[in-house]
């Protein structure tokens, strides 16, 4: 018999692909944030030159996905952007104190960010 028997070589490309297919959504899941809701939002660019400054409920602040204190943040954003000015977006819970936003984005504008986005969610009511 000189054909190859694909059987096997199926058999595990079905595999790999469930695994994948029960992986995939588990790895764009992000940080469970409540955002303020307005008529006039803009979507967020999708490049890996955007970095977005999460803030929870709680106040907790996470820069991607790496949770920070706020005396720490200009210091990493400062070394964050310090090859090439990168845009950075604050998305903050609408229950979080406006005082503790405020003192976030003025630690963003010490690290020397120029550009400040802050992100909203679309209202459809």
Do not use: C, W
């Not at 944030?33 to 996470?62: N, S």
């Amino acid at each position: 018999m000189t054909q190859t028997n694909v059987t096997p070589i199926v058999d595990v490309m079905l595999v790999l692909l469930i695994i994948f297919m029960i992986t995939a959504p588990m790895l764009s899941q992000g940080l469970e944030v409540q955002l303020p809701r307005t008529t006039m939002v803009e979507t967020l660019p999708h490049d890996e030159d955007t970095l977005v400054v999460h803030v929870d409920k709680e106040g907790v602040i996470y820069l991607d996905e790496y949770e920070v204190e706020l005396n720490e943040l200009a210091g990493h954003l400062q070394r964050m952007i310090q090859e090439r000015d990168r845009p950075v977006y604050l998305r903050a819970d609408q229950d979080v104190h406006y005082g503790r936003v405020v003192r976030i984005m003025s630690a963003i504008r010490e690290a020397g960010v120029e550009r400040l986005g802050v992100l909203a969610e679309l209202d459809t009511d």
